[in-house]
């Protein structure tokens, strides 16, 4: 048995199969923690070449086992209840227990690269990319609406709800749900995405009210510009609007989740953790 902060840890991470999702299943996987990864498409890291690039491995459950720990990867649709729910059992018996949830699961994705049927080219360069949301708050289509609340608020609670049993059967635990700064404040425009991730908000601080007695820490991080594949390069927005001058990086997001997943967090729940550099306007 290995002397690090998590071993004997089961953690699980939805969204894990690229982006930050994979960043925090290695930070997890790093910390001795056995990992778990659902995700509706575990090869999405394929899709932007950045993420690609970074992959020493066939698949981010691979690359965690390479740094000693036990894997396992459901690919499944969070925005089902009932798939969700069989899928989180699923992990539990597997894995033999649940300690840590990080519902990462999201974004402002309307129309995943994998349901594009044309095989359409985009973005001039080989791939066929994610389409993200274009509506705004006078105007947002139904489907834009619908999607966007789905895969963001609707899938953190029901992955919270079907973890709930067993963080509790665990002793405890550590829920780190995702929101972003365009949750804390409107003025980033990106709608509806930005509604979706302050319900989150309020979700995280009702249920770290409710499992407080069970010893379950609840907590949201707020990503602000942080580069992944998906939202691609945006320095020079971030050299305009953030203190520190750059955008931010996975391994930024993930010094957070380490915080908010061991025992330094011990007395914080119900809270939600800014990561963006100082944003200014
Ligand atoms: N990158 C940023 O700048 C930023 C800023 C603020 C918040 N966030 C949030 O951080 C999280 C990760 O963002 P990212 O940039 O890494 O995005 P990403 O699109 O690269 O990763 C999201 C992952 O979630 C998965 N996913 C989406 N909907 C799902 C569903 N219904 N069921 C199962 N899996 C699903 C996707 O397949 C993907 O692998 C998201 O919740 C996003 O809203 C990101």
Same mark, same amino acid.
């Given at each position: ?43 999405? !890291? ?27 990867? $459901? ?11 069989? &899928? ?12 840590? $949830? ?96 302050? !319900? ?21 991080? &707020? ?40 025992? $330094? ?17």
């Amino acid at each position: 048995m290995s002397d690090k902060k998590l071993s004997g840890k089961v953690a699980l991470v939805t969204g894990g199969a690229r982006g930050l999702g994979r960043g925090y299943a290695l930070r997890l996987a790093s910390l001795g923690a056995d990992v778990a990864i659902i995700d509706r498409n575990l090869r999405g !890291a394929e899709v932007y070449e950045f993420e690609r690039a970074q992959l020493t491995a066939d698949t981010v459950m691979a690359e965690c086992e390479a740094l000693g720990v036990r894997a396992m990867g $459901l690919e499944v649709d969070l925005t089902d209840r009932a798939a969700t729910e069989a &899928a989180i059992n699923q992990v539990a018996q597997q894995m033999g227990r649940l300690d840590i $949830l990080v519902a990462n699961a999201g974004g402002g994705t309307v129309v995943f690269a994998d349901e594009k049927q044309n095989g359409e080219k985009q973005g001039g360069g080989n791939n066929v990319l994610d389409d993200v949301t274009t509506g705004t708050p006078s105007n947002t289509s139904e489907e834009m609406l619908n999607r966007v609340m789905d895969i963001n608020i609707r899938t953190c609670m029901y992955t919270c709800m079907a973890a709930t049993p067993h963080l509790k059967a665990a002793g405890g635990g550590k829920i780190v749900t995702v929101s972003s700064t365009a949750g804390v404040d409107a003025r980033g425009g990106y709608h509806p995405y930005g509604l979706s991730k302050a !319900a989150i908000i309020h979700y995280t601080r009702s249920l770290a009210q409710e499992l407080g007695e069970f010893n379950i820490t609840v907590n949201a991080i &707020a990503p602000g510009i942080i580069r992944t594949g998906r939202l691609g390069d945006r320095t020079e927005r971030a050299e305009e609007v953030v203190a520190l001058k750059r955008q931010g990086t996975i391994e930024d997001c993930c010094g957070v989740v380490e915080f908010l997943t061991t025992d $330094l967090s011990a007395y914080v729940t119900g809270r939600v953790i800014l990561i963006d550099g100082g944003m200014i306007h």
